[in-house]
């Protein structure tokens, strides 16, 4: 696989809760859980379930930080 993202984090499954139409698909990133939000569809396409070996990547023209 090639593209052009530089944030791809390696992680595991934790759990995927599907609603209606999209999924909630929890990423264990070396401790840290990353949430996705995608299709049903793609998750089945995928295969997605607990424990599979995945990639997550992030792409976003923001990264906002705040304090108080």
Known sequence: ????????????VKEVKKGATTSHVLIDVKGLTVTS?????AVDELGLKAGSKVKTIIKSSDVMVAVE
């Not at 696989?1 to 791809?8: D, E, F, Q």
């Not at 939000?37 to 569809?41: F, K, R, V």
């Open 1 to 12: 696989m090639k593209i052009s993202a530089r944030n791809v984090l390696e992680g595991t």
């Open 37 to 41: 939000s995608i299709t049903n569809e």
